[in-house]
């Protein structure tokens, strides 16, 4: 689990520097709504968690394609909207610039995330189907 858990920080860091890199860019670049360009940055590091999570974090567990998505998918969104929920807040009422906003919250979801991937996105239900017929006949 140790392993595991590097990995998911790895990944993590990574989809989160994506977010943050994505979202401080429209701000600064387009001038797009902290907020909106949140919402920008969340869609392009999905992308980039999803294909991590799935293909190196918890590939030993060969969770299929179809299985995995709608649950990471879920997962994430919920993660989201914990995340757009404290972000608002803290813009509107604590006195942080918003890319520091931002980062005390992307941080905050990374551990709701790994939990929530680790024993229901991720679980290997072979093990526990094959578990269930191996017993005592």
Known sequence: MIGQAF?????????TATHFVVAVACVHSLAVDPQLANVAG?????????????????????????????????VSVAGFLVNALAYHQLLAHASLRFDVALALVLAGVA????????LWVFRDRRRRSESRGSGPR
């Not at 294909?51 to 060969?62: D, I, L, M, S, V």
């Not at 551990?111 to 680790?118: D, N, P, Q």
Request: aromatic content about 18%; overall charge positive; proline content about 4%.
């Open 7 to 15: 990995r998911f920080g790895v990944v993590g860091a990574i989809a």
């Open 42 to 74: 969340f869609l392009v590091a999905f992308a980039v968690s999803f294909a991590g999570q799935w293909r190196w974090t918890f590939q030993e567990r060969a969770v299929p394609l179809a299985q995995a998505l709608p649950g990471y998918l879920i």
């Open 111 to 118: 551990g709701m995330t790994f939990v929530l991937s680790r």
